[in-house]
């Protein structure tokens, strides 16, 4: 991903627009706080899905080749669990929680060709669809 914005840099036309969009996937509790990560097995196994939070960054260590960089972090919980939540708010965390279904589902594959055995990941799947199934505040 490192690379790849430096192409950007190198292909945008003068005046261009760099816009990216990407996911925190972290997971957080009630109040906002992080979870703790509960690694089973081999942590080394994929890729990794931390360049979300080094994006910022990345572009300020390129130096002054853009003419503004900013972020803006959004929370979007997975379902319309919160109290006090307008219709609209509601909504969209209710479409957030299908999206988190679908997208635990098509990692399967993935998870699959890096060696993990099928009833784990199995496991991993009914788990988490579980867990999302039964948010509540």
Same mark, same amino acid.
Request: hydrophobic share 40%; no cysteine.
């Given at each position: 991903?490192?690379?790849f914005m430096d192409e950007v840099a190198e292909i945008l036309?003068?005046?261009?627009?760099?816009? *990216?969009?990407?996911?925190?996937?972290?997971? /957080?509790?009630?109040?906002?706080?992080?979870?703790? &990560?509960?690694?089973?097995?081999?942590?080394a196994r994929g890729p990794g899905i931390d360049a979300y939070?080094?994006?910022?960054?990345?572009? /300020?260590?390129?130096?002054?080749?853009?003419?503004?960089?900013?972020?803006?972090?959004?929370?979007?919980?997975?379902?319309?669990?919160?109290?006090?939540?307008?219709?609209?708010?509601?909504?969209?965390?209710?479409?957030?929680?299908?999206?988190?279904?679908? &997208?635990?589902?098509?990692?399967?594959?993935?998870?699959?060709?890096?060696?993990?055995?099928?009833? *784990?990941?199995?496991?991993? *799947?009914?788990?988490?669809?579980?867990?999302?199934?039964?948010?509540?505040?």
């Amino acid at each position: 991903y490192r690379k790849f914005m430096d192409e950007v840099a190198e292909i945008l036309r003068p005046g261009g627009v760099f816009l *990216t969009v990407d996911g925190d996937m972290e997971l /957080q509790d009630e109040n906002r706080n992080p979870l703790p &990560l509960i690694n089973e097995g081999d942590p080394a196994r994929g890729p990794g899905i931390d360049a979300y939070p080094k994006i910022y960054g990345w572009l /300020q260590a390129q130096g002054n080749i853009w003419e503004s960089i900013g972020q803006k972090m959004v929370y979007i919980p997975l379902g319309a669990w919160e109290d006090n939540m307008s219709a609209k708010d509601k909504e969209i965390a209710e479409f957030m929680g299908q999206d988190i279904m679908r &997208l635990i589902q098509s990692v399967r594959p993935l998870l699959l060709s890096y060696g993990w055995f099928n009833e *784990t990941v199995d496991k991993w *799947t009914a788990g988490a669809h579980e867990e999302i199934r039964s948010l509540k505040n």
